[in-house]
C-alpha cells in the first residue's frame, strides 16, 4: 500500500526551463513533506522540506507547494541545470517516513 | 557531508547464509533507521533505533533483524539471506526529532544468488 506515488518515473526538460516534479499521498495524517535528490551511486541528499501547516516553502531555485486539499505537493526547480540531473524522490512523515518511488530528472543542456 | 559510512559496499552472498550491514556515524546523532531502495518502491523503511538498545520495526522488517551496542554503530543482519533481499542497503540519521531531516550513508548494494 504506497501512501505516497510518484507517477512519473522520468522527466526530461531543457536547461534554463521549469522542473516541475510531482507527488501524491492518500494519508491527511502526514504533517511534514520532504524532498530528496539521488545521484547514483550516492545516497539521498535533503533538498527542501514543507510543514503541512504551510502552502509553499523557497530555497533558492528550488520551492515546494503543498495542496492539502488535493492531498498533493510539487518540486519546481527553476531554472533547470544539467547539474540537477539526478532522482528526485518525495517524502512523507506520520510516524514514520515513507517515499515515493522517485523521478528521474533528465535536464538537458 | 554528514559523517556517515557503511561497509561493505558491495556484497555477493548465497542464499541462506547470514549476512551483517554495518553502519558507523560520527555525528553523535540519536536516531538511525535502515532502509532499502528497489526499483518501483523508492526507500522502505526496515528498522530503527531512537538509542542505545532501543529498536523499532518498520515497514518491511520481516527476515532482518538490527543491534545498535554504541551510539555510533548500528548494524542490520540477514539471518538467512533470500534472493528477494537483493537490494540497495541505506543507512541514515537524523539528530533530534525523529523522522525529520535525515542524513544517508553511500548504500550497500547486496546481491543474493
Known amino acids: 500500500d504506497q501512501q505516497v506515488k510518484q507517477n512519473s518515473p522520468s522527466l526530461s526538460v531543457q536547461e534554463g526551463r521549469i522542473s516541475i516534479l510531482n507527488c501524491d499521498y492518500t494519508?491527511?495524517?502526514?504533517?511534514?513533506f520532504l524532498w530528496y535528490k539521488k545521484y547514483p551511486a550516492e545516497g539521498p541528499t535533503f533538498l527542501i522540506s514543507?510543514?503541512?501547516?504551510?502552502d509553499k516553502n523557497e530555497d533558492g531555485r528550488f520551492t515546494v507547494f503543498l495542496n492539502k486539499s488535493a492531498k498533493h505537493l510539487s518540486l519546481h526547480i527553476v531554472p533547470s541545470q544539467p547539474g540537477d540531473s539526478a532522482v528526485y524522490f518525495c517524502?512523507?512523515?506520520?510516524?514514520?517516513?515513507?517515499f515515493g518511488a522517485g523521478t528521474r530528472l533528465t535536464v538537458k543542456p | 557531508d554528514a559523517g556517515i559510512t557503511q561497509s561493505p559496499r558491495h556484497k555477493v552472498t548465497e542464499t541462506g547464509t547470514p549476512v551483517t550491514l554495518r553502519c558507523h556515524q560520527t555525528?553523535?546523532?540519536?536516531?538511525m533507521y535502515w532502509y532499502r531502495q528497489d526499483p518501483g518502491h523508492g526507500l522502505r523503511l526496515i528498522h530503527y533505533?531512537?538509542?542505545?538498545?532501543?529498536?523499532d520495526k518498520g515497514e518491511v522488517s520481516d527476515g532482518y533483524s538490527v543491534s545498535r551496542s554504541k551510539t555510533e554503530d548500528f548494524l542490520l543482519t540477514l539471518e538467512s539471506a533470500t534472493s528477494s533481499q537483493t537490494s540497495v542497503y541505506f543507512c541514515?540519521?537524523?539528530?533530534?526529532?525523529?523522522?525529520?531531516?535525515?542524513?544517508f550513508g553511500p548504500g550497500t548494494r547486496l546481491t543474493v544468488t
Open positions: 541514515a540519521i537524523s539528530e533530534s526529532t525523529a523522522n525529520y531531516e535525515q542524513y
Open positions: 494519508n491527511s495524517m502526514f504533517d511534514y
Open positions: 514543507i510543514s503541512s501547516i504551510k
Open positions: 517524502a512523507a512523515r506520520m510516524n514514520d517516513m515513507r
Open positions: 555525528e553523535n546523532h540519536r536516531y
Open positions: 533505533s531512537y538509542g542505545v538498545k532501543d529498536t
